[in-house]
Structures are given as C-alpha cells and as structure tokens.
C-alpha cells in the first residue's frame, strides 16, 4: 500500500521568514495530493490541494509544489505569521483513487514573533 | 448544516464496553470517510462509504469496528469489546463526490479506562 514520508516533524521560524515541510510518497498511481491543518484540539483544514497533472499551486501565501518523477511534494509559507503555527499534514491517494488518503505523521510548525 | 458534525465530542468509557460514534456530514455530500487519530500520529483511513455503500472497509482494525450509514447521510461507527489501544480521536469526513476535496469534523475523543 501507499506510504507518505512527512520531514520535519518539527519546524520553528521567525515571523516573516519562509516555512518549507516536505513530504515523499510510495505508490506511482497517486494523483492527489492535500495538505491540511490542524490547530491544537481543531478539526484538520484543507489549506491546499494539487494533482498529478500540475506541476505547482499557489494560494497567497502558500504554494504546494509536486514532483511526481521524484514523488515527492512540498509545502511552502512565505511571509510565516503566528497565526501559522499548528500541524501541517499532508496526505496522498492510494492506488489512484481519491478517496482513500494516506496521511505523513504531521509537522509541528511553530511561528515565534 | 454548515461543517460535518460529529458527537459525542468526548466518550470515555471502561475496557469491554460498546460505543457508538456519530458523524453527520455535510448536506448532500454522498461521500463519507472515517478516520483515526493517534496521539501524534498522522490519520489512518478506516471506512469510505458511497451512498449507504461501503466499497472500501480495508482500514477497520479488527472485526470489532463496524460502520453503518443510513439514508445516504448520517454515519455511525461502532466499536465492541472496546480496548485501550482504541483509544484515539476519531474523525469523519465528507466530501460532494469521490473525487473532491474531504472536509473534517471535530472528531470524537475517545478514551478507554
């Protein structure tokens, strides 16, 4: 089955400095790629999504980057801000589908003004 | 409703008891997923039901976790015999088709004495 490398687990920066959270994944057919998150005790939040037939994606302030040779993905927050900190997760569809979500084990971004 | 609602929010129950987890989802949103989270573990994929339908139960642990949903909207996820190792947060997801982005509940934390 799918597996998904989440790298940091843990990341501090300073306000205003650039976040970057990579994650690999295993299975060739996956084709969906999230990113969601989840502040202490929250439900998890999409922030960004990305499929396999694009190659970057930018929301504001962050952009999801996929390289689907390598299989590997990132997640990138410029301009990081406190209300940033949380757990960044990202996910990966196993098998092709999209239903089926294989999560990393999460990055604890922490923002320091 | 405006999110997926899930209840109880909290359950703690002793070793060997039954519980029941709830999760209604976002109105007209014929996927449903269930999912768990360990402490500081990513989720783990337990149940996708299509409709009533469940094409995919490959995550559920052990047969003592089952899932029903009824009438193409409310979800119920039931553990037997529960175990500490249950213990965990479990979190419910819905989304308009297969194929688009999963939307949260708050989970349910569920402890075992």
């Known amino acids: 089955g799918e597996n998904v490398e989440q790298h940091p687990s843990t990341l501090s920066v300073q306000e205003g400095d650039s976040a970057v959270i990579k994650c690999t994944y295993s299975?060739?057919?996956?084709?969906?790629f999230p990113w969601y998150k989840q502040e202490l005790g929250k439900r998890p939040q999409l922030i960004i999504d990305?499929?396999?037939?694009?190659g970057e994606k930018k929301d504001q302030r962050i952009a999801v980057t996929l390289n689907k040779t390598a299989k590997h993905f990132s997640l990138h927050i410029t301009e990081t801000q406190p209300e940033d900190s949380a757990v960044y997760f990202c996910?990966?569809?196993?098998?092709?589908?999209?239903?089926?979500?294989?999560f990393g084990k999460g990055t604890l971004l922490t923002v320091n003004p | 409703g405006a999110g997926v609602s899930q209840s109880p929010s909290n359950k703690v129950t002793e070793k060997g008891k039954d519980v029941e987890l709830r999760c209604d989802p976002i109105?007209?949103?014929?996927?449903l997923y269930w999912y768990r989270q360990s402490l500081g573990q990513g989720l783990e994929f337990l149940i996708y039901?299509?409709?009533?339908?469940?094409?995919?139960k490959s995550g559920l642990p052990s047969d003592r976790f089952s899932a029903e949903r009824t009438g193409g909207s409310v979800s119920t996820l039931t553990i037997q015999r529960t175990q500490q190792e249950d213990s965990a947060v479990y979190l419910c997801?819905?989304?308009?088709?297969?194929?688009?982005?999963?939307?949260f509940g708050d989970g349910t934390r569920l402890s075992i004495l």
């Open positions: 996910a990966a569809s196993a098998g092709g589908s999209n239903y089926k979500l294989t």
């Open positions: 990305i499929r396999s037939n694009v």
């Open positions: 109105s007209g949103h014929t996927a």
């Open positions: 039901f299509q409709g009533n339908s469940a094409p995919d």
């Open positions: 299975d060739s057919a996956s084709n969906y």
């Open positions: 997801a819905s989304s308009p088709s297969q194929s688009q982005p999963q939307h």
